[in-house]
């Protein structure tokens, strides 16, 4: 029984994949997958039994992780877009010392699953910690006019009116934890993270510097995170 | 009593794409030039940001980014024996205004002419006869032919970073780009747009039908890109509001995007905005500019003497600056005299919608200004005219550059304009109709012309600029055969209804049709019928240069900016190379 | 030409209550509707308006819910906020013709020519509606107590050229109508109409904040996010 079950667990991993591979960036997840919010939640709270951790030992139940800004907050972040990542995570375009193996474990269903839940779920609003003035100002001034001679865009011309998001597809930074978004920042700005869809985030980053990237997150970490459980995935 | 200012070695009039071109490569060769430029400074950031830079009403409805008609307006009429009256709102053409000019709101769409339109005179007698082409129609070679500007598209496209798939390259016809394009060099500086749903679907049909579809060449980037000047551009977002709007993310190939910043850093150049050109100013013998006369915001005026006087306002406002100087002789459309003001010509644009039930979700909204998928088997000289009795020809386009519901709510033939029909109407269309523009040719004729208005004035109470204009009966027979096969396309798209749009006569202002006026300044080999030699050189003035549409003889069916570029280049390195060296007419007459 | 704070809260809080506010999907009941429009009609008439005198705005008001007609699932265009649209536009630059070309000699051209009266939009708004109001006090009813009925097809005869308007020919008048209605239910909320951005939702216009790199080649897929105004933005300005 056990024999037959962990070929037939290797068979679907094997099959998921190479599905997950084949699986270009123009082609969606299957537009026949409906997701399930309740199984989601128990991925997220207890993993499963083939080894997938449960996404709340680092994310928390309601997506507002520890406060160590370590791991980034989910919570109202689009279905869409979680679930890219986690694709990413497990075919190797998006690379992370534990996401990677995590994402490696998890069905096609897995993930639509835990998307919608973490889509749906409503954060724990968690306070900003003090930041300079100055530095307040240049990360607003960034985020929301942008930069002449750096070729920099406002921020939240893509991303969004008060750091909202644009869904599906972009997602929000308002609320996220500062430290997280400025690891995101250098991540894209070595090149080790490249999973965008135009190339669009190495290069901006890439015109910022230190002072910048840092003024940026604790920008958005102060903005209050909506409801933005309307970022639906498409049907 | 203007004041005189110090001498410059160039002045170069209104800063917009050309002039900016002009003024870089020339300050670049070490002369001292000063750009004015009738408005005001503007740059990406802030002006140009998300989300106030999307905003229908004051950009699209009340043409935020044109020249302001308030000072500065037309007058029109269809024909000589109307009385032509203001345009008192920009409809059918939005003249731009500001740093970069038109470049700024412009879609991007970039196109080349091709070699038979350089001699379009020549080739329509060699191919169909003497008397094929109707009698009213005054086309003309250029003075120039494709193989000697080629290189200078070539230069042109790549400070832009335009995206395509080359469909000739030396003479070797291409898969995936246009097969009937004229030959280029080398590859497009970055690759083709991504298509929109409309487009796909039109590919599909097209090919089936035996056509040859491919993506429009775009000056919206397709990737990040660094210029040849060193200037960054980032990928284009699909964001839906490019024409008539400035793009925010860098991506749109705009003077401020791909060249501005060079210019600006360099110390030989002047920029001076809030400058109203109001004439150039010649000698006594009247064969040599001595400067231009301008006024200030506050309307002081000011003398800027210069050796060379370079005119780039945009074509319309060319041939009116050559009238208000006195620079060529006012065309006379009674006696076929004269030259400034003749082969005006515009672009004589179809539309055709394809209606889809519910289920195929077009979102008409994500476009960038050129993500279209297009086929020439029908524009230019790309197909047989003998059996149809006319000249020229249209692209026949899938494309939506917007989803803008103020501008765009199609619904079906027959369906009422308001009311809960027309609502529920609109409602159920919004997102299910694709959208061909059927784009084409416009050409010149004896009566069609550009001349000084007898009666109404602009803010520094100079004549308007009075525009004489009807479509010819062949541009109306040649739209009324290419919307015919562009809705054949449609029927075999899969819709439930295709409505076809051609132009009809009488031309209105009141409905926007691209703004693509030319002629008025023409370049040619003769000075009785043409007011440049092929060097945009004035005949008469031999120190002044117009670079604009209005040098052009006829309108093809293609966007006329990446030839004007072309052109742009072409004439200044004729300057740089010849015209310094010995100051005189390039071209004896 | 601002509105008082407090009215303009109040309003709000109104329309919040009246209909649901932000969700798309929500079904109002018809009756809801119009009682909520002639509940803040008969409040709004007299005081809010910056250029339309209170006879003026019965008539616009009437004529745009023909010409947007409230239903089962959507707003029609008073409760858009179209009236006020063109309250505003009427009583600033615009209506003051500050956008056209504003020179004589004014003479009558031919259609090809465009708008060649010498009145601002401003002025035709009121001399037309000055007639048509004159014009229903020789009637039994005035415009805004006809059947819908009736109000199109009083509409239709202006639409058809039928009549002239103090001298204006009713086209000219009515065309500029329909195209204020369209602009004030579509236009960006922070011009006052399009509350909520109603006109957007029902099309699936998804806004100002637009970029689909990613979502553009996935061809046919349903984009089902809220849209946001400019007004979101707090650096935000109209014209």
């Not at chain 3, 809010?48 to 819910?65: I, K, L």
Request: charged fraction near 20%; include cysteine.
């Amino acid at each position: 029984m056990k024999l037959n079950r962990s070929i037939l667990i290797g068979t679907l991993a094997a099959a998921t994949a190479g599905f997950l591979l084949t699986r270009s960036f123009a082609a969606e997840s299957p537009k026949t997958l409906k997701a399930d919010v309740g199984r989601g939640a128990e991925i997220v709270a207890s993993g499963t039994d083939y080894g997938v951790a449960a996404c709340a030992r680092c994310h928390a139940f309601d997506g507002t992780a520890d406060g160590s800004g370590a791991f980034p907050k989910l919570s109202g972040i689009s279905s869409y877009y979680l679930e890219k990542q986690l694709r990413d995570f497990a075919s190797g375009l998006r690379t992370d010392a534990i996401m990677s193996a995590i994402a490696r474990k998890m069905k096609v269903e897995d993930i639509a699953d835990v998307s919608e839940y973490y889509a749906g779920v409503r954060g724990t609003p968690t306070p900003a910690p003090p930041a300079a003035q100055d530095r307040l100002a240049l990360g607003t001034r960034l985020a929301t006019v942008g930069d002449e001679e750096k070729k920099i865009q406002a921020c939240e011309g893509c991303h969004g009116a008060a750091g909202r998001g644009e869904g599906p597809a972009i997602p929000p930074l308002a609320g996220q934890y500062s430290q997280y978004i400025a690891f995101q920042m250098r991540m894209w700005q070595m090149g080790y993270r490249k999973n965008d869809a135009n190339q669009q985030m190495g290069n901006i980053a890439r015109r910022l510097s230190a002072k910048d990237i840092e003024a940026i997150g604790l920008y958005f970490e102060r903005l209050p995170q909506k409801d933005l459980a309307k970022n639906k995935r498409q049907p | 009593m203007a004041e005189k200012l110090k001498p410059v070695d160039v002045v170069v009039v209104g800063v917009g794409f050309m002039g900016a071109i002009m003024a870089k490569e020339l300050a670049a060769a070490g002369l001292t030039v000063v750009g004015l430029e009738r408005g005001k400074k503007r740059w990406t950031v802030p002006e140009f940001q998300s989300p106030d830079i999307h905003d229908e009403l004051k950009y699209s409805i009340r043409k935020g980014m044109m020249q302001d008609v308030t000072r500065e307006a037309m007058t029109f009429r269809n024909n000589s024996s109307q009385e032509a009256l203001p345009i008192r709102q920009w409809q059918a053409f939005l003249p731009g205004s500001d740093l970069g000019g038109s470049g700024v709101h412009w879609n991007g769409q970039t196109f080349r002419f091709t070699e038979a339109d350089f001699v379009w005179h020549t080739r329509m007698q060699e191919r169909y006869g003497k008397t094929f082409v109707d009698r009213n129609l005054i086309i003309q070679d250029w003075g120039i032919t494709y193989d000697e500007l080629e290189p200078y598209f070539d230069k042109f496209e790549y400070l832009l970073g335009t995206g395509g798939k080359a469909g000739n390259l030396n003479g070797k016809i291409q898969p995936g780009g246009n097969p009937f394009e004229s030959w280029r060099s080398r590859e497009y500086p970055n690759p083709p747009m991504k298509e929109q749903y409309g487009g796909v679907l039109f590919r599909k049909a097209a090919s089936e039908m035996g056509y040859h579809p491919f993506v429009q060449p775009s000056s919206n980037m397709t990737r990040p890109y660094t210029n040849p000047e060193g200037l960054q551009l980032n990928a284009c977002n699909y964001c839906g509001f490019c024409e008539r709007y400035a793009c925010e993310h860098f991506a749109k190939a705009t003077p401020q995007t791909v060249i501005l910043p060079v210019l600006l850093k360099n110390p030989n150049f002047e920029l001076r905005t809030e400058a109203q050109v109001l004439r150039v100013n010649l000698d006594g013998h009247k064969k040599r500019a001595t400067g231009v006369t301008y006024a200030d915001a506050t309307g002081r005026e000011f003398e800027q003497p210069a050796d060379l006087v370079i005119i780039t306002t945009y074509a319309l406002n060319n041939a009116r600056m050559m009238l208000l100087s006195g620079i060529g002789k006012p065309y006379d459309p009674q006696t076929g005299e004269g030259v400034i003001g003749r082969n005006y010509a515009y672009q004589t644009t179809g539309d055709v919608y394809v209606f889809y039930d519910e289920s195929v979700n077009i979102n008409p909204f994500m476009a960038a200004g050129a993500s279209g998928t297009l086929i020439d088997d029908f524009n230019d000289d790309n197909f047989d005219h003998g059996p149809h009795g006319f000249i020229g020809g249209s692209y026949i386009m899938s494309a939506l550059t917007n989803g803008r519901p103020i501008e765009f709510h199609p619904t079906p033939p027959g369906t009422r304009d308001w009311g809960k029909e027309w609502k529920a109407a609109i409602r159920r269309h919004y997102n299910h109709t694709a959208h061909m523009l059927i784009h084409g040719s416009s050409m010149p004729t004896r009566t069609n012309y550009l001349d000084l208005d007898p009666t109404y004035k602009d803010a520094w109470g100079l004549p308007l600029l009075r525009v004489t204009f009807e479509f010819p009966d062949n541009d109306v027979k040649m739209t009324q055969f290419c919307v015919d096969r562009a809705v054949e396309v449609g029927k075999r798209m899969g819709a439930k209804t295709v409505a076809g749009y051609p132009r009809k006569p009488p031309f209105t202002t009141q409905k926007y049709q691209t703004t693509h006026n030319t002629g008025g300044v023409i370049m040619g080999s003769d000075p009785n019928t043409s007011a440049l030699n092929r060097y945009l050189q004035s005949w008469q003035a031999h120190n002044v240069f117009v670079v604009g549409a209005s040098a052009y003889p006829q309108n093809p069916g293609y966007n006329p900016t990446d030839t004007l570029g072309a052109l742009a280049y072409w004439s200044v390195d004729a300057i740089k190379k010849q015209y310094l060296k010995k100051p005189g007419a390039l071209v004896s007459a | 030409m601002k509105r008082n704070r407090e009215q303009q809260g109040s309003r709000r809080d109104f329309l919040r209550s009246a209909f649901a506010v932000g969700v798309s999907s929500a079904v109002i009941s018809v009756e809801q509707i119009r009682a909520a429009s002639s509940k803040m009609r008969s409040t709004d008439n007299a005081k809010t308006f910056a250029f339309f005198r209170p006879e003026e705005a019965a008539f616009v008001s009437a004529a745009v819910d023909r010409f947007i007609p409230p239903d089962e699932e959507w707003p029609g265009a008073v409760d858009a906020g179209v009236v006020e649209y063109i309250d505003q536009q009427m009583a600033g630059k615009w209506g003051s013709a500050g956008y056209m070309y504003w020179h004589g000699p004014f003479k009558e051209g031919t259609p090809s020519q465009g708008y060649q009266l010498p009145l601002t939009p401003a002025e035709l708004f009121r001399r037309a509606i000055a007639a048509i109001n004159q014009h229903f006090t020789t009637q039994a009813t005035p415009f805004h107590q006809l059947s819908t009925d009736k109000q199109d097809e009083y509409l239709e005869t202006l639409l058809a050229n039928k009549t002239t308007l103090n001298g204006v020919p009713s086209k000219v008048f009515a065309d500029f109508l329909l195209q204020h209605t369209i602009e004030g239910f579509f236009a960006d909320p922070i011009y006052g109409g399009n509350r909520n951005m109603v006109g957007w939702k029902m099309l699936g216009f998804p806004g100002p904040y637009a970029d689909y790199y990613e979502l553009i080649d996935q061809y046919g897929i349903k984009v089902d996010r809220d849209p946001v105004s400019i007004g979101s933005s707090p650096r935000h300005h109209a014209m």
